[in-house]
Every structure is written in C-alpha cells, then in structure tokens.
C-alpha cells in the first residue's frame, strides 16, 4: 500500500520560515518526479514546486520564485520543500504529490499525501 506522509506543517509569522517533508512508503521513490501543491480555502489546489525523479531539474510556481525550494534526498526517501520570507497568502493545505509515469508496457498511478496545514500570521 502507497503512502504518502507530510510532516513539517504548523504556524509561523510572517517573514519567518518552515521546512515541510514527505516521506512516501510502498513505492520506489527514485522512480517518481515528485511535486509540492497547496490548497487555500476557497481556492483551486495549485502547483507549487516539482522535481525529476534523479532531482537534476526542479521548476517553480512564479509566487514562490526566490523563496521556496523543493529537493529530495533519494537515499533516506524524503521530499522537502523549505519555504522562507512566509506570507499570509502562503497559508493553505501543502500536499506531497507523486507524478504518474509510463513505461514500455505499464503505468503506475499518481499519489497523493493526506495534506499538512501551513498558517502565516501577519
């Protein structure tokens, strides 16, 4: 069974910064690009941040150019996205995303993580 765990989430002032991790189980991690979404109330789930699978290549949503960056540590099987220079607009649900991907023959499915709330105060 595929899961995808987030952890890192919590509440900080503005300005200040927050580590998020996802450590995903039941599935070999260095296989799958992996991305960061979020979700604020009200509003569509959006894409943050992706990396390639190898983690050479990562791409940004231009609202958080400069102050968020995803990596990924394919040894401990861990995603990360640091987030710093905290907005009140960065407040959402953060979700830890696994691309899908085809080889010769096979699919393998997407998944997701269940979430972790990220609140910024002003």
């Known amino acids: 069974q595929v899961q995808l765990v987030e952890s890192g989430g919590g509440w900080a002032q503005a300005g200040r910064s927050l580590r998020l991790s996802c450590k995903p189980s039941g599935l070999t991690f260095d296989d799958y690009a992996m991305n960061w979404y979020r979700q604020a109330p009200g509003k569509e789930r959006e894409l943050v941040a992706a990396i390639t699978a190898a983690g050479d290549s990562t791409t940004y949503a231009d609202f958080v150019k400069g102050r968020f960056t995803i990596t990924r540590d394919n040894g401990e099987n861990t995603l990360y996205l640091q987030m710093n220079n905290l907005t009140p607009e960065d407040t959402a649900v953060y979700y830890c995303?696994?691309?899908?991907?085809?080889?010769?023959?096979?699919?393998?499915?997407?998944?997701w993580g269940p979430g972790t709330q990220v609140t910024v105060s002003s």
């Open positions: 995303h696994a691309d899908s991907y085809c080889e010769p023959g096979v699919c393998y499915s997407e998944y």
